[in-house]
């Protein structure tokens, strides 16, 4: 992590706040130890003439803080083990009835035997994404192969196959980011997508991916910003910690990457989901 801590030792320097850093780094046994870091600048008269701060060991908790993780993780592959499976045969089963039915209109109607065989191919390509969509999520390194704007577009196919929906997206830029900004901002769009078909009724959403290059001069990188739109009902984030809408959930993972996450709701505007994640930011 040295680049990292280069870049906030540089900000310190010049007199910028920051907040506490974590780090790792090898002691003099060749051991990875994690230290976290909270440092300010010592100034005088105005000029930055040193660093102050403390160093912390937090290698015990980082282990457990691992522990818990894989812990969670067993567990969400095995959810979503069953979730597949679920999916799958109630994708099948819900196919050969429509079939069925197509099959009993086209020799009644032949117009409408068409227009139910458009439906069960709609219903076939989002089953298809949905179900891509699990299979990513049990296998993390094909989650972090995958390009962000390619992850999107799957869990807006996978959420129109599930509801009528209409899910829009524009895309800007050359999103390239760390892995685990990647599937930060992926789990930040999917749990806001997934409060969409539980809480607001909407009828549309729209999915808007902003990549933006460092300006020339600037110390910092490129900014990368999410935003999930939709126009259904309003609320009120601050009530909805303990509601079981994974608000906290979001705004953990946004304070993992480094990112900051906004929620707004307004009546008859519907809901906007804000992140910006940029490059070099602790």
Not at 15 to 38: C, D, F, K
Not at 67 to 90: C, G, K, M, N, P
Request: glycine residues 8%; proline residues 3%.
């Amino acid at each position: 992590d040295l680049g990292r801590a280069q870049n906030n030792h540089q900000a310190l320097l010049s007199g910028e706040v920051r907040g506490p850093a974590e780090y790792r780094l090898l002691n003099a046994s060749g051991q990875t130890r994690w230290i976290r870091v909270t440092s300010q600048p010592i100034t005088e008269e105005g000029q930055v003439t040193g660093l102050q701060g403390v160093l912390t060991d937090i290698t015990e908790r980082k282990a457990v803080e691992a522990q818990l993780e894989e812990e969670a993780t067993a567990a969400e592959r095995q959810r979503l083990a069953s979730e597949l499976h679920d999916s799958v045969t109630q994708s099948l089963h819900s196919a050969s009835l429509i079939a069925e039915t197509v099959q009993l209109k086209w020799e009644e109607d032949p117009e409408e035997g068409r227009r139910g065989l458009e439906h069960l191919q709609r219903f076939v390509r989002g089953a298809l994404a949905e179900m891509r969509t699990l299979l990513l999520e049990l296998n993390p390194a094909a989650l972090e192969a995958q390009e962000l704007p390619v992850l999107l577009r799957q869990l807006a196919h996978a959420m129109m196959a599930r509801t009528h929906t209409l899910v829009t997206m524009s895309f800007a830029g050359e999103c390239t980011v760390p892995a685990d900004v990647k599937v930060a901002l992926y789990r930040i769009a999917q749990e806001a997508l997934n409060n969409v078909i539980k809480h607001a009724g909407a009828r549309r959403v729209r999915i808007n991916l902003q990549c933006l290059d460092a300006r020339p001069g600037e110390r910092d990188g490129a900014q990368t910003i999410l935003s999930v739109r939709d126009d259904g009902c309003s609320y009120d984030p601050e009530d909805a910690q303990s509601s079981g809408m994974g608000i906290g959930n979001m705004h953990e993972r946004a304070r993992g990457i480094g990112a900051t996450l906004s929620i707004t709701s307004q009546p008859d505007l519907g809901t906007e989901v804000l992140v910006k994640w940029q490059a070099g930011q602790a």
